[in-house]
DNA sequence: CTCATTTGACCTCC
DNA sequence: GGAGGTCAAATGAG
C-alpha cells in the first residue's frame, strides 16, 4: 500500500469512465466537497459546544446536512452503477473475482482465522484531518502498527457495532509526518474501509440498504460523537485549543466523499424536532 | 466485573 | 521476505 492521500470513490473512480466524468463527475464532486467541509466544520464546532446544550442540536442539524447530501450522491451513484455494470472486463475487478471465490476461499473455510485479507484500494476513502476522531461515528481500536518510513504508528479501528450488528466498516488513522512545526496543525490521514451497515445510537440507520422508520424520540438520542482515542499519537481537539480550531478553519480537504454519513435513504423525521429546539433557543439564548 | 485498549503474533498480499 | 492488516490474550480503567 502506497498512499492513502489520493481521492477514493467506493465504485470504480469516475475518471474510468468518460461518459460518468462528464454527467455526474463534477456534480458528485462538488457535492462531496461540501460534505467534505460540512463535516471538518462539525468536527472543529462539536468540540467547542461540548458543554452548550445546543450541542446536540448543532449534532444533528449537521447530520441532516449530511445526509442531504449523502442522497444527492447516492442518486448519482446509482445511476452510474447501472452503467457500470456493463463495464465487467476491468483487470482488478477479475482479478479481485478470482482471489477470493477461487484461491483463498478454501483456505479461509478450513481455519476461521485465515478469513483477514489485505484490503482492496476500490472501497476506501481517504482524508486529512486535524480531528479524526470527530467523525460522527463511534469506533473501537483493534490494533496498532508502525508504518514503514512513517514517523507516527498507523490505528486501526472498526465500527463499535461490529460484533452486535455486523458493521464492517473500519478506519485507519495516521498522523502526518510533516505536521511536527509549531506553526502547523497536526494533521492525520483518516482511511475509511466499507461502509457502515450499523445503526448508531441516534437511532439513525447509517446503512445503505436497510430503510426503516425511525420512532425513537428526541430524549432517547444520544450523541454519537466519536471520543474513542487513548493513543499518544492522536490528539483531539480539545476546548482550550482554540489556536488549532481557528487554523483549522481554513484548511481543505482531500477526500472526495465522506463515507459517514452515506446512508440513502435516513429517515429525516427530526425537522420537528428542529424546529422546537430553535425556537426554544431562541427563545432563552443564553442557555 | 466488564469492557476498551494495547501489543505481539500471525496472516495475506505484493 | 517484507509490509500492512487482523486476531486475541494481557492489561488497565471505570
Not at 481521492?7 to 455526474?24: E, G, K, M, Y
Amino acid at each position: 500500500m502506497k498512499h492513502h492521500n489520493s481521492r477514493h470513490l467506493p465504485q470504480s473512480s469516475p475518471s474510468d469512465h468518460p461518459s460518468f466524468a462528464s454527467d455526474h463527475g463534477s456534480a458528485m464532486k462538488e457535492i462531496a466537497r461540501g460534505q467534505s467541509l460540512v463535516t471538518q466544520l462539525r468536527a472543529i464546532v462539536l468540540p467547542a459546544l461540548q458543554a452548550d446544550q445546543r450541542c446536540e442540536l448543532v449534532a444533528q442539524m449537521f447530520q441532516n446536512i449530511l445526509d442531504c447530501s449523502s442522497k444527492a450522491i447516492t442518486e448519482l451513484q446509482l445511476q452510474h452503477q447501472s452503467d457500470d455494470d456493463a463495464l465487467v472486463d476491468d483487470k482488478k475487478r477479475v482479478r479481485r473475482i478470482s482471489s477470493d471465490d477461487c484461491t483463498k476461499e478454501e483456505g479461509a473455510t478450513a481455519n476461521p482465522r485465515h478469513q483477514h485479507k489485505r484490503r482492496r484500494s476500490d472501497d476506501l476513502v481517504s482524508l486529512e484531518t486535524p480531528v479524526p476522531h470527530y467523525d460522527g461515528r463511534q469506533w473501537r481500536k483493534y490494533g496498532q502498527k508502525h508504518i514503514n518510513k512513517a514517523k507516527h504508528p498507523r490505528s486501526y479501528y472498526r465500527c463499535t457495532y461490529s460484533k452486535e450488528q455486523g458493521c464492517k466498516a473500519t478506519k485507519t488513522v495516521q498522523q502526518q509526518d510533516e505536521s511536527t512545526g509549531t506553526d502547523n496543525p497536526v494533521m492525520y490521514t483518516v482511511v475509511y474501509h466499507g461502509q457502515h451497515t450499523c445503526k448508531d445510537n441516534n437511532g439513525v440507520d447509517s446503512g445503505t440498504d436497510e430503510s426503516e422508520t425511525n420512532t425513537q424520540s428526541s430524549s432517547d438520542r444520544r450523541s454519537s460523537i466519536s471520543i474513542t482515542s487513548t493513543d499518544p499519537c492522536d490528539h483531539q481537539i480539545s476546548l482550550g485549543d482554540n489556536k488549532l480550531i481557528g487554523k483549522s478553519a481554513d484548511l481543505v480537504t482531500k477526500s472526495l466523499y465522506e463515507p459517514l454519513n452515506m446512508n440513502p435513504f435516513a429517515p429525516l423525521d427530526l425537522d420537528c424536532w428542529e424546529l422546537d429546539a430553535l425556537l426554544r433557543f431562541q427563545l432563552e439564548p443564553d442557555n
